[in-house]
């Protein structure tokens, strides 16, 4: 069996018309390389290169523009707000949120919140505001690729170097910080219908790389 040619981040950019250097940095966001593998040469597997496809390429724009329009029309959204000043006023109510990195159109996370014994989206969103879902959800996928920013991890280094240790939780606020994200939410009736509608919203998100962990939608 012939051994299919290495895709290099250098190669792909050339055909999107972008420098090396902004492919590779809009990549390493993803959390497709760690600080470990620099310096190594990097083959872009097929999954990667699509999904870089799919988000450069020229008609990328107008198909995200009509993926976000189609999210729009499933739900009664809020408006996109700042996740620090809005994310402590999320409803007591079951429902699904959308994250999106400031400046960007498209939606990089989507998840869910049922009842949370009262508490609702403002209980699991307030769980990424403190830092204590570092290893779930959002909090999860946003510090995985903060972890993979060298500039990130410098700053942290020498923070530690004039604080001391910080706890994992406070690495975790850092990383949500780092990114700045915007938020807008749904209600929803309960559990059940967050669920289906996450489902939807992230059917529509996937081909465009979103932070999510890949799972079985169908």
Not at 177 to 198: K, Q
Request: overall charge neutral; glycine content about 8%.
């Amino acid at each position: 069996m012939t051994t299919p040619p290495c895709v290099t981040p250098t190669h792909l950019a050339a055909e999107l018309g972008l420098k090396p250097k902004t492919l590779r940095a809009w990549m390493r966001r993803q959390g497709w390389r760690g600080l470990e593998e620099k310096g190594a040469s990097w083959c872009i597997t097929p999954e990667q290169e699509a999904s870089a496809r799919a988000h450069w390429s020229s008609n990328a724009e107008h198909a995200g523009l009509d993926d976000i329009a189609l999210i729009d029309n499933l739900a009664e959204w809020s408006a996109w707000a700042s996740f620090a000043e809005v994310g402590p006023l999320a409803p007591r109510l079951p429902g699904v949120y959308q994250f999106r990195v400031t400046g960007q159109l498209m939606p990089v996370y989507v998840g869910m919140a049922g009842e949370r014994r009262g508490m609702g989206l403002r209980g699991r969103l307030s769980m990424y505001r403190r830092g204590k879902a570092a290893t779930s959800g959002f909090g999860e996928a946003v510090l995985d690729r903060a972890l993979a920013d060298e500039a990130f991890v410098a700053r942290q280094l020498d923070r530690l170097r004039e604080e001391g240790p910080q706890r994992t939780s406070a690495w975790a606020r850092d990383a949500v910080a780092w990114f700045s994200p915007d938020i807008r939410w749904a209600v929803t009736a309960d559990s059940a219908s967050a669920l289906l509608l996450e489902a939807e919203v992230e059917k529509v998100l996937r081909p465009h790389g979103i932070w999510n962990r890949p799972r079985n939608l169908d």
